[in-house]
């Protein structure tokens, strides 16, 4: 499916958080991004970081504190309640744990069929019809309707959460992490449908995720996010190949080898200490305590968001001087191209194997083109 350059969901300075006083916990503060018709956005970090939190105030399961929601333009804050159930029909969603977000008391068959009555999608001959579609379209076979979750193994629970997700025709869907709680070779069945459903119906997906090299394959665009904050964005080829936030580093630097080497890693990939409290909101940069790059300015004064390349954002005070001076050694033939403008990096002209050199280049191995 064609991606389009206008935006489906924008997302601007969006804030969220939990309790009061002195131990509110910050879960979203200040993320921004936008999502084009047609394209995967994929929401990556560590557990605790705010990505089924942002998911979840999209959807309108939490209200934020601040920030707005666009959806085609409109803001979703203020709609009457023609427009919110509108919304809630466009924009779906696909859980976690396919048994929990399943009612226990109602057959796969009906628990399909609820949202097409509540959103009135025709007769109810009509609607058991789609009902029967959609099992064939998620790979279930009719039988599957007069029975219950708890007949189903996990991966035909998430197929009946997808199909229940499809069932009201959105347009949008927000996958919450939906192959984490299933085995690996059920895994790559889930993707390759939620693949195969985007370019039949054209669908948008925001695709939540631990597992970096399944956001990969799946995503068009790349967010990564650090307790609460998101600090950096880019195409998935991009992030991957030239990633420049210390964390994002960290984080590939996390993907198993498959083909597994005796090369050290480098010591600056690796994170120290634990993850801090979101409870409260730091006077510097989130990520200083863990950053082996992090300066007293770093622990006392926010990062703002600057793009250093098309569709490239960082959220880093010191972004320009490590690849300049620590990333890429003034090499030219190294992790970044030579090109840098004093603003930031001609990014469009580094090499997809500088990744590969990179790693070479801090193992002590010589490089070759």
Not at 5 to 16: D, F, G, H, I
Not at 278 to 286: A, E, F, K, N, V
Not at 308 to 324: F, N, S
Request: aromatic share 8%; proline share 6%.
């Amino acid at each position: 499916m064609s991606i389009h350059e206008e935006a489906l969901l924008e997302v601007r300075n969006l804030t969220k958080s939990f309790g009061s006083g002195p131990e509110t916990l910050w879960a979203l503060d200040g993320v921004s991004f936008t999502i084009r018709r047609g394209e995967t956005f994929g929401l990556v970090g560590e557990s605790g970081c705010g990505k089924t939190t942002c998911g979840r105030t999209i959807v309108r399961l939490y209200e934020p504190d601040s920030g707005e929601i666009l959806y085609r333009g409109k803001p979703i804050s203020g709609q009457n309640r023609k427009e919110q159930k509108a919304y809630a029909g466009a924009v779906q969603m696909i859980f976690q744990d396919p048994y929990a977000s399943l009612n226990p008391r109602m057959t796969i068959g009906d628990i399909i069929k609820e949202g097409m009555r509540i959103h009135r999608k025709g007769t109810e001959q009509h609607i058991n019809d789609r009902m029967l579609e959609l099992l064939g379209l998620v790979g279930l076979n009719r039988e599957h309707a007069s029975r219950f979750p708890y007949e189903f193994s996990g991966g035909q629970r998430q197929r009946a959460g997808i199909a229940r997700a499809l069932a009201v025709d959105p347009e949008f869907i927000v996958c919450d992490e939906p192959i984490s709680a299933l085995d690996v070779s059920i895994q790559a069945q889930i993707v390759n449908l939620l693949r195969q459903l985007q370019k039949e119906l054209e669908l948008t997906y925001l695709f939540i995720a631990h597992d970096l090299s399944m956001v990969r394959y799946i995503s068009d665009r790349v967010g990564v996010m650090y307790l609460g904050h998101l600090v950096e964005t880019a195409s998935a080829e991009e992030l991957y190949n030239v990633p420049v936030h210390p964390y994002t580093r960290a984080l590939l630097s996390a993907i198993p080898d498959p083909v597994p080497s005796d090369r050290p890693i480098c010591e600056n990939s690796i994170l120290q200490g634990d993850v801090p409290s979101p409870i409260g909101r730091s006077r510097g940069c989130r990520f200083a305590e863990r950053c082996p790059y992090a300066s007293d300015r770093c622990r006392n004064e926010q990062p703002a968001v600057e793009e250093i390349g098309p569709g490239h954002t960082v959220a880093c005070l010191r972004w320009r001087e490590l690849v300049t001076n620590d990333y890429g050694k003034n090499d030219p033939a190294c992790f970044f191209c030579d090109v840098r403008a004093e603003a930031g990096l001609n990014l469009n002209r580094v090499r997809n194997e500088n990744s590969v050199l990179y790693r070479r280049q801090n193992a002590g191995e010589p490089k070759t083109e």
